[in-house]
């Protein structure tokens, strides 16, 4: 069975900076790509950073470009999203997914977790 386990939100100030973690099990962590995705109240979820199989960053939303950096240990099956100069606007539920497949893990991921809150203030 298949589990994604997010950790690390907060509340912090803006200008400050955040890690999540999100804890893979159940499958060969390496055949699956992974991304970060973020809901505001009121509004639609939303990708924020894919990595690929590599472990490279494949893919970042414009909105954290410069400020976000995705990247993993396949030795632990983590992903990390390690968040710098936060915004208030970047206050939401972040989730971490994977999927078999690149073109599907930002458009419909197979798997999700189950969310942890980031909240900064101004």
């Known amino acids: 069975q298949v589990q994604l386990v997010e950790s690390g939100g907060g509340s912090v100030q803006a200008g400050g900076s955040l890690r999540l973690s999100c804890a893979a099990s159940g499958y060969t962590y390496s055949s699956f790509y992974m991304a970060w995705f973020r809901q505001a109240p009121g509004k639609e979820r939303e990708g924020v950073a894919r990595?690929?199989?590599?472990?490279?960053?494949?893919w970042y939303d414009d909105s954290v470009k410069g400020r976000f950096t995705i990247s993993q240990d396949s030795a632990k099956n983590t992903m990390y999203l390690q968040m710098n100069s936060l915004r208030p606007e970047d206050t939401a539920m972040y989730y971490c997914?994977?999927?078999?497949?690149?073109?599907?893990?930002?458009?419909?991921?197979?798997?999700w977790g189950q969310g942890t809150q980031v909240t900064v203030s101004s």
């Open positions: 997914a994977a999927d078999p497949y690149a073109d599907t893990v930002l458009r419909n991921p197979r798997y």
């Open positions: 990595i690929n199989m590599r472990g490279i960053a494949t």
